[in-house]
């Protein structure tokens, strides 16, 4: 069948450089594309791996299940310390013995030697499972780090993606219901589903490649966010799948409240157990096209709903570096969905 979104593939190479101990500058060149389109299911959960674990595997297997029969989906992992290998019996029995937390240990009970090397003794365990380069497989997870007081909006993230191409073979019913088993024994405070960008490191170094699409179509995201974003109960903008935790809900004066707020008839609230719901945008995700005049009104109307929740705008350090014109571009499209 035709494809019914925007194809991106945007061709490399990669240039890169690197510094050996003799402090000399290599330059490096990686055969991959710049960016391609997927779908991006990700959650924030406000909670430790010995909490999680097990709601992880949920969700890891939900994704297995999804890709089963298709080789190219799993290819190379990497877990905690060990470096990216091709997938192996060896590969699996790390990632499962990482869901698989024996005890509760809090990194301030470490000592220095075993503070060094957190992720050796499971205190800041992550994997990834990868597929072929450029295939838009993957599945990732990394842990926040326990601490017996967390530090404020510490979240553990975890990251599924998919290829396009998948999104239209199993259709967006199959991949709904594949983010809402991922998420059913995940006690998040906020995650999302919809169509995004994977864009090789950075993506804030990419913007000239990447304007005439981000602009023109604006229903695709390319902020990843990540561990080190501490995202919190924040909202990390507006997608087709949107799920809200307890506190922001609870804020929005619980479903009711947040129903009472939205107008528009493609938006579809779905409550969840432990006060959580799902508010997604019509029957499948939609990149929009400005040029043809779709700019994605209820994507619009739920962001300005969400605006007090939402995430601050993450790069306002490009300023500071002397960018200050395409710190603009990326704050203008931070906010395509509130102008």
């Not at 017996?148 to 993606?161: F, G, I, K, M």
């Not at 004066?253 to 969840?272: D, F, K, T, V, W």
């Not at 959580?276 to 929009?288: D, F, H, K, M, N």
């Not at 605006?307 to 906010?335: M, N, V, Y």
């Amino acid at each position: 069948m035709p494809s019914t979104y925007p194809r991106v593939r945007i061709p490399g190479p990669i240039k890169y450089t690197s510094s050996t101990r003799e402090s000399e500058v290599v330059e490096h060149s990686w055969d991959r594309l710049v960016a391609r389109d997927i779908v991006r299911i990700i959650f924030f959960v406000p909670r430790d791996n010995f909490d999680i674990a097990a709601g992880v595997s949920h969700a890891l297997d939900s994704y297995l299940r999804a890709v089963e029969g298709r080789p190219s989906a799993l290819f190379e992992y990497t877990c905690c310390y060990w470096e990216p290998s091709r997938l192996s019996d060896r590969g699996w029995e790390l990632i499962r013995n990482t869901l698989n937390p024996k005890e509760r240990r809090f990194f301030d009970d470490y000592d220095e030697n075993e503070s060094f090397h957190p992720e050796k003794d499971g205190a800041d365990p992550y994997f990834g499972i990868y597929g072929e380069q450029d295939s838009g497989f993957g599945f990732e997870y990394h842990a926040r780090i326990p601490w017996r007081e967390t530090p404020p909006n510490s979240v553990s993230v975890l990251q599924a993606t998919l290829p396009t191409e998948y999104l239209e073979e199993r259709g967006a019913g199959f991949v709904r219901e594949l983010a809402l088993d991922m998420a059913s024994r995940l006690p998040f405070t906020s995650g999302h589903a919809g169509l995004a960008l994977d864009v090789a490191f950075s993506s804030l170094d990419r913007l000239d490649a990447l304007r005439p699409l981000i602009f023109r179509h604006p229903g695709f995201d390319i902020r990843d966010a990540g561990i080190r974003d501490n995202l919190g109960t924040r909202v990390d903008g507006v997608h087709w799948m949107n799920f809200l935790g307890q506190t922001v809900l609870g804020e929005l004066g619980g479903a009711a409240g947040l129903r009472a707020r939205l107008q528009s008839p493609s938006i579809h609230l779905q409550e969840l157990d432990g006060e959580r719901v799902l508010v997604t945008l019509g029957p499948e995700p939609e990149a929009g096209d400005m040029a043809q005049g779709q700019p994605l009104p209820a994507y619009r109307e739920l962001a300005r709903v969400l605006k007090p929740w939402q995430e601050p705008f993450p790069w306002g350090h490009l300023r500071k570096q002397g960018r200050a014109a395409d710190e603009e571009e990326w704050r203008r499209w931070w906010r395509r969905f509130l102008d």
